[in-house]
């Protein structure tokens, strides 16, 4: 388990300017911010990296790509993506017959040296696993340890569904905000262990932010250390197995026949207050901006989120409008209501709105005013995933 990041590898931490996975249609931008392109020594590489799904041995032909709109005419901010979670490697491991949790770290430290002065200002929401994840939020906490709001959460989480969702009122991310994203995996129907990986088979917890003024910090996740391996065989973690002198992680990970022991025993890492976990904040230089050690696991949250009971909003009938159809029939239809109910049409011509706004864009080309419309043209069932970053020449 290395975290050297040296050679084209590396451009997976660099910054990405569009994402596309499985379900997601074209986005269309803020008026008031965009994705820069070009005019700086980080962005002489643009890197197009597709990850298809091949179910057999025959042979494929895709005309998968993208299509980005840009201007010279420069919006008010520079936007940038940043991902959060856990990062993709062994220590993302899905037992095998069993429901369990996942937890990715953004620490206060990495908020603290890789954000601006003021923070910055979320606006979007891609939430991203791969088919054994069936919920996944992501808790934001204040300094102080103030909960707020998770910034986003989905209880039925679906692979083949997802796309960059505008949050519903923009969310401040501040110096020293810490970040829990914490990921489902339900592998009741899996004799054998799935580990962290790009393949669809493997899986991921990744959480994508769209955010303004771009940050220092383009990567804030956390993975598991050597250490967490010892404290975990100390735990009696794995009934008893070793890990070999020659043995690599993954390995070790998959020759374990006893996995009954593991949640309990990486809950209990987690609390026990030790330096067992590896904190990953990188710049879109692919540089750390702290130091890749020591962290503990937990945030101390002094101040809860109480989420709203939203099964407690009692429906009301409202008046029943009636149409008379051509053929003379009267008819009536009857509406609910809650004490939410203009919200709920409120995001609703809002969302109408954008489809319009988006169809009318896919329709008619783009115009000077448009940045970035990060997109799909023809795509094959078979593709999971697509992502362009740009990287720093390192070659």
């Given at each position: ?128 696993m791969h088919t054994l994840g069936t919920r996944m939020r992501t808790q934001h906490v204040r300094a102080d340890g103030t909960e707020l709001e998770p ?245």
């Amino acid at each position: 388990h290395s975290h050297n990041l040296g050679g084209l590898h590396a451009c997976n931490f660099a910054q990405p300017v569009a994402t596309w996975a499985v379900g997601g249609e074209a986005v269309l931008l803020g008026a008031d911010y965009g994705f820069p392109l070009g005019g700086a020594e980080t962005r002489e590489t643009l890197l197009l990296e597709l990850h298809l799904d091949v179910a057999d041995e025959a042979e494929h032909t895709t005309s998968a790509g993208v299509r980005i709109y840009y201007t010279e005419k420069l919006r008010q901010h520079d936007a940038a993506i940043v991902v959060v979670g856990g990062n993709v490697d062994e220590f993302l491991v899905a037992p095998p017959g069993m429901v369990s949790d996942r937890v990715g770290y953004c620490t206060g430290a990495c908020t603290q040296a890789g954000l601006p002065e003021d923070g910055v200002t979320i606006v979007a929401s891609l939430l991203h696993m791969h088919t054994l994840g069936t919920r996944m939020r992501t808790q934001h906490v204040r300094a102080d340890g103030t909960e707020l709001e998770p910034i986003d959460s989905n209880d039925h989480y679906d692979f083949n569904l997802q796309q960059f969702l505008w949050l519903k009122e923009p969310r401040k991310l501040e110096r020293g905000d810490s970040l829990v994203t914490t990921c489902t995996y339900d592998a009741t129907q899996r004799a054998q262990v799935t580990l962290g990986g790009e393949a669809t088979s493997a899986e991921m917890c990744l959480h994508y932010f769209f955010v303004y003024p771009a940050p220092q910090a383009s990567v804030c996740l956390s993975t598991g250390s050597s250490a967490l391996v010892g404290d975990l065989l100390q735990r009696e973690a794995f009934g008893g197995d070793v890990i070999g002198a020659d043995e690599g992680l993954g390995d070790f990970f998959e020759s374990v026949t006893d996995y009954s022991k593991l949640d309990p025993a990486l809950r209990a890492a987690e609390a026990s207050g030790k330096a067992l976990f590896t904190p990953i904040c990188l710049s879109p230089a692919v540089e750390y901006l702290v130091d890749p050690s020591g962290l503990v696991a937990g945030v101390n949250i002094t101040a809860p989120f109480v989420e709203e009971d939203v099964c407690a909003l009692r429906p009301t009938v409202t008046d029943a409008p009636t149409t008379t159809t051509s053929g003379g029939d009267v008819v009536t239809t009857t509406q609910l209501a809650t004490t939410t109910s203009s919200e709920s049409e409120s995001t609703s011509a809002q969302t109408q709105s954008l489809e319009s706004e988006s169809e009318s864009v896919s329709e008619s080309g783009p115009s000077s005013e448009q940045q970035i419309d990060a997109a799909s043209t023809t795509l094959v069932n078979t593709m999971t995933v697509l992502v362009v970053v740009a990287c720093v020449a390192l070659w």
